[in-house]
């Protein structure tokens, strides 16, 4: 009498059923990234992650630009490859020329953004320089050099 014979002894007298044996391998496909606590498996998973596809695109375009911009990561090691796994073949083409045009945007929008910071420090270092550069105070009068 093999297994299968309990079962069906088991079923027929209504006695409680054994657990299913647990799956070897995963039932669904692997997952490409966690957005939070939420598990990105496929592209519908982005909405259940409170996301549209257009502004995963650009938060992971941001994201590329950043890591590019500091050298953190080469071109295309973390957003390119999960918005690639995540579109299918035959659109992949065009959503990845979409992609690297947001990404080429975010890089621009950084380096304005880096830019303007400079500009802000420097700025503020020369109006340190110009007050400390400017007629002696009280103290350094008194002390013989700049307080």
């Known amino acids: 009498m093999g297994k299968l ?3 069906w002894v088991r079923r027929a007298h209504g006695l409680p059923m054994p657990l299913p044996p647990k799956p070897k391998r995963p039932l669904g496909p692997p997952v490409i990234l966690y957005w939070g606590d939420a598990p990105i498996r496929m592209r519908s998973d982005i909405e259940k992650a409170n996301l549209t596809w257009e502004g995963f695109l650009d938060i992971m375009a941001g994201e590329e630009a950043e890591a590019t911009m500091r050298s ?3 071109m295309g090691a973390r957003g390119a490859d999960a918005v690639r796994k ?3 073949e035959h ?6 020329r979409d992609y690297w045009a947001r990404v080429r945007v ?6 304005e953004h880096e830019r303007r910071r400079w ?3 420097v ?3 020369s109006a340190r320089l110009a007050r400390i550069a400017g007629p ?4 350094s009068r008194f002390f013989g050099r700049a307080a």
């Open 5 to 7: 014979h309990h079962i």
């Open 72 to 74: 953190e990561l080469p």
């Open 86 to 88: 995540l579109t299918l």
């Open 91 to 96: 659109e992949r083409p065009v959503v990845m």
């Open 106 to 111: 975010a890089m621009e929008r950084e380096s």
């Open 119 to 121: 500009e802000a420090l």
């Open 123 to 125: 700025g503020i270092e």
């Open 136 to 139: 002696p105070s009280f103290l």
